[in-house]
């Protein structure tokens, strides 16, 4: 039996995708290996979101062909679809499989075992409008599964090389979700996670036929999912007809990640983000209006072509503001290809550093307050994993709104929701 083993790089959705590439493999009768010595083939599902990405894939597919020379090595995904234009594929690669063709993985492997001679399947990104149709039934996490809906984005935000690397927005058949969150809910799965690469606009290539609202609801009526969360959202999409309608769905979690990238109005219309702090602002009241104390998660960048000090005062006093229960703070990290590579004014690594630490501090002093505002509160918890902790050991979950709970307890309750008022035996930890 042949063994392969699988490495992912970057996002919710190359997870799903590298999972869905491994099922595949399975289901051809290739035995999954760690990824280590000893594999006769090393599929490495690629990044490009940053110049580190890059630089990480790179490290990857050769790491892999060290491990086993004669091993076949396939990079897949982002970064080898960005290199395509420029025809920079790395020598030390066998099979190079662009975005929308991960689907094809094990037909190429078998035609390059026949011929024995490199294969490259790569399209236009840009040009296409088809769903990649991958399927996955048993995820890694064994009680929470991400599913991705959608691939592409139109944003084109100045900072973002991913519309070049992913193409435009594709959204997946809605029928097809429902199957395969179907067999899921047999599987076992009481969590899923919807998630795509630019979420808020699902159903946007269907001539208005269907939107997001439409696919959360029919996923709601999965028997056996108890839980569904969102991934990243546009604030757009966050209207008083869209909150309220989540707010009727009772598996839906109060925990929505709606990306900022700066307080700052001024630094936002350089990023091309297409709102102004205000309308954020607006529609997280919005949705705190219908949830009770639901946690809202961003992300900031800082040290942003052009932002000056001011600006970053603006930007913190702004996440100061909101009260996130998550703030993700990424330095700015020039990206060859995007607008803002080229924008005047460039920070210096000091400054951004500088920057970053100061919202760290922000953000961790916001999220403590959060977590100590259900302390002595009544929460659902679902069950995940064992772990010590402090030399102890016990059982850990998330709530709905996604804070970290650990329980000793001496029953297996993996996979289980209980409900328990957060003291001295029920731990919040980060």
Known sequence: MKKAALHNLGCKVNAYETEAMQEMLEKAGYEIVPFKEGADVYVI????????????SRQMLHRARKMNPDAIVVAAGCYVQAQAEKNEIDPCIDIVIGNNHKKDLVGILKKYEAERSSQKSLEEIGRTREYEAL?????????????????????????????????????????????????LADNGYKEIVLTGIHLSSYGIDFDGQRHLA?????????????????????????????????ASL????????????????????????????????????????????????????????????????????????VNFYETHIFKYSRREGTKAASMDGQIDEQTKSDRSARMIALGEKKRKLYEESFRGKEVEILFEEDMMLDGRKVQTGHTREYIKIARQSEENLRNCIVKAKIDHDLQIIH
Do not use: W
Not at 162 to 181: F, H, L, T, W
Not at 216 to 244: K, N, W
């Open 214 to 246: 439409d696919l959360i609801r029919a996923v709601h009526e999965v028997d056996g999912i108890m839980r569904i969360r969102l991934g990243s959202l546009e604030p757009g999409i966050i209207t008083e007809e869209f909150a309220r309608e989540l």
């Open 135 to 183: 399927h996955l039934s048993r995820p890694g996490d064994h009680t929470r599964a991400y599913i991705k809906v959608q691939d592409g984005c139109n944003q084109f935000c100045t900072y973002c090389i991913i519309p070049y690397a992913r193409g435009r927005v594709r959204s997946r058949d809605m029928e097809d979700v429902v199957r395969e969150v179907e067999e």
């Open 45 to 56: 599902n690629t990044c490009t979101v940053t110049n580190i990405a890059d630089r990480k």
């Open 250 to 321: 009772t598996k839906i979690c109060p925990h929505f990640h709606l990306s900022l990238q700066s307080g700052c109005d001024a630094t936002l219309k350089r990023m091309n983000r297409r709102y102004t702090s205000d309308e954020y602002y607006e529609k997280c009241c919005i949705l705190r209006k219908y949830f009770d104390n639901p946690a809202l998660t961003t992300d900031v960048i800082v040290g942003f072509p052009g932002e000056t000090e001011e600006e970053f005062q603006q930007s913190y006093a702004f996440v100061d503001k």
